[in-house]
T-cell receptor, first 111, second 113 residues
C-alpha cells in the first residue's frame, strides 16, 4: 500500500528557480522523511521532520509538515542542474517500525 | 567507509529459477529492509528485520523469502512463485527504534526472461 502521494509527478525548472514538491499521506505518523534518488541508484536521506514539528531547514532545503491536513512540502531554493533527481517522501505510520514511500516527483533542472 | 553493499548490480535469470540477492552492511545497524521499485514507481516494502533471527513481512512478501542469521547480512531470495520478478531491488538499513533515516545500497536490477 502506498501511504504517500507526491505532487506534481514531474517538474521542470531553470537553474536558479525554486522547486516545490508536495506529499500527502493517509494515516497518523511518527515522522516524515524526504529522500532523493539519482537515476539507477539507491536513495539518499535528505531530511526528517517529526510529527510535533512544523518546519525544518537544511541548507537549501525547507520542509514543512501540516499534520491536520496530512501533508508536507519540500522546497529546494536556488536550484542547480545537479539537483536533477527523483524525490520521495516516506512516512513512518504511528505505532509501526516501518517506512512507507510515496510515488515520487521527478525534478529536472535545466542549466 | 561504512555503507551497504548490494551485489550483483545486474542479474539475469530464466523464469522458474530461484535467485538470491545479496545485501551486506558494516554500519552496525540492527534493522534491515528490502524494497522493490518498478519503473516510474515508488518503493514497496517486501520484508524487514529489526533484529538477528527475526523478520516480518512487508506489503508484498508473496514469492519472496529472507533470512537474518547475521547482523551484517540480509539476503533476499526471489522464488519461482513470484509472478513478476523483474524489478529494481533496494536494500536499506537503519538504527533500530524509529526516527532513524534509512541508508540504502545502490540496488540490484533483476531481469527474468
Amino acid at each position: 500500500s502506498q501511504q504517500g502521494e507526491e505532487d506534481p509527478q514531474a517538474l521542470s525548472i531553470q537553474e536558479g528557480e525554486n522547486a516545490t514538491m508536495n506529499c500527502s499521506y493517509k494515516t497518523s505518523i511518527n515522522n516524515l522523511q524526504w529522500y532523493r534518488q539519482n537515476s539507477g541508484r539507491g536513495l539518499v536521506h535528505l531530511i526528517l521532520i517529526r510529527s510535533n514539528e512544523r518546519e525544518k531547514h537544511s541548507g537549501r532545503l525547507r520542509v514543512t509538515l501540516d499534520t491536520s491536513k496530512k501533508s508536507s512540502s519540500l522546497l529546494i531554493t536556488a536550484s542547480r542542474a545537479a539537483d536533477t533527481a527523483s524525490y520521495f517522501c516516506a512516512t513512518e505510520p504511528y505505532n509501526t517500525d516501518k517506512l512507507i514511500f510515496g510515488t515520487g516527483t521527478r525534478l529536472q533542472v535545466f542549466p | 567507509d561504512g555503507g551497504i553493499t548490494q551485489s550483483p548490480k545486474y542479474l539475469f535469470r530464466k523464469e522458474g529459477q530461484n535467485v538470491t540477492l545479496s545485501c551486506e552492511q558494516n554500519l552496525n545497524h540492527d534493522a534491515m529492509y528490502w524494497y522493490r521499485q518498478d519503473p516510474g514507481q515508488g518503493l514497496r516494502l517486501i520484508y524487514y528485520s529489526q533484529i538477528v533471527n527475526d523478520f516480518q513481512k512487508g506489503d508484498i512478501a508473496e514469492g519472496y523469502s529472507v533470512s537474518r542469521e547475521k547482523k551484517e547480512s540480509f539476503p533476499l531470495t526471489v522464488t519461482s512463485a513470484q509472478k513478476n520478478p523483474t524489478a529494481f531491488y533496494l536494500c536499506a538499513s537503519s538504527i533500530r527504534g524509529g526516527y532513524s533515516p534509512l541508508h540504502f545500497g545502490n540496488g540490484t536490477r533483476l531481469t527474468v526472461t
